[in-house]
């Protein structure tokens, strides 16, 4: 099995800042893509930002500027850094990961965290 476990969220005002970690654990042979996506009430789930394996990054337009996406390969965990955060980034945030399960595995399967809730007031 592969498991991903959020953690960081929280509630805070507009303008502060929070930072969301997702590790990966289980039947890893490789992970290529890790991104984080969440999903408002009533809303779609979107996707937030995204980071490949080449390095690449990705963010939705909503967030340019004020989140970061890194990832630690070693430790398989990404984080998300939260800065200047507004009330419209209340959500509940999800993790995922596109994952090789064997040297020999053919298919990379999604994985997704259970999420984290992140609150921003007023």
């Known amino acids: 099995q592969v498991q991903l476990v959020e953690s960081g969220g929280g509630l805070v005002q507009a303008g502060g800042s929070l930072r969301l970690s997702c590790a990966a654990s289980?039947?890893?042979?490789?992970?290529?893509?890790m991104g984080w996506y969440r999903q408002a009430p009533g809303k779609q789930r979107e996707l937030v930002a995204a980071?490949?394996?080449?390095?690449?990054?990705n963010y939705a337009d909503s967030v340019k500027g004020r989140f970061t996406i890194s990832r630690d390969n070693a430790k398989n965990t990404v984080y998300l850094q939260m800065n200047s955060l507004k009330p419209e980034d209340t959500a509940v945030y999800y993790c995922?990961?596109?994952?090789?399960?064997?040297?020999?595995?053919?298919?990379?399967?999604?994985?997704w965290g259970q999420g984290t809730q992140v609150t921003v007031s007023s």
């Open positions: 289980g039947s890893i042979f490789s992970i290529n893509a």
């Open positions: 980071m490949p394996s080449g390095g690449s990054t």
């Open positions: 995922n990961a596109d994952v090789l399960r064997s040297e020999r595995g053919r298919t990379m399967f999604r994985y």
